[in-house]
């Protein structure tokens, strides 16, 4: 599987963890995200990794900053995205099972390692259930907002 991540300098320490996590479970990871904690811009991370998963060279992406909320925002602006900010497990797991999200996005001021590990894994091996979940995902790619 092939993910893609990103993450700005609030994200950086949680993200090294991860990386080595899903590396050691043989996942082709991307690394779109800066590799230090000096600041930069989180757009700057998300477009990257939303541009990998429009091109289909990767399966999922992970993004993380301080509270998510912001790369979430930045990511939903792409029509093919569905990202989803997780600081349980069980979030994780709807937002797969009944969203169909793409990309986790990780609030890392707010996460253990621990938790973050166990959040992506959920995230990453639970499927889409379909059904009257997938009539509603037409419904959000189709109907505008009046």
């Given at each position: 599987m092939k993910i893609a991540i990103g993450n700005d300098h609030a994200g950086f320490q949680l993200k090294q963890e991860l990386k080595s996590l899903l590396e050691e479970l043989d996942y082709n990871i991307t690394n779109f995200g800066t590799d230090s904690e000096e600041s930069v811009d989180y757009p700057d991370c998300v477009y990257p990794v939303v541009k990998a998963l429009d091109n289909k060279e990767a399966d999922f992406g992970i993004l993380l900053c301080g509270s998510a909320q912001g790369v979430a925002i930045t990511a939903n602006k792409s029509e093919n995205i569905r990202a989803a900010v997780c600081w349980e497990t069980e979030i994780a797991m709807l937002a797969r099972k009944h969203n169909d999200a793409n990309v986790l996005c990780l609030p890392a001021r707010f996460l253990t390692e621990r938790k973050a590990n166990a959040i992506t894994l959920i995230f990453l091996?639970?499927?889409?259930?379909?059904?009257?979940?997938?009539?509603?995902?037409?419904?959000?790619?189709?109907?505008?907002?009046?």
């Open positions: 091996n639970t499927a889409f259930d379909g059904g009257r979940h997938f009539r509603r995902l037409q419904k959000i790619n189709s109907t505008p907002c009046e």
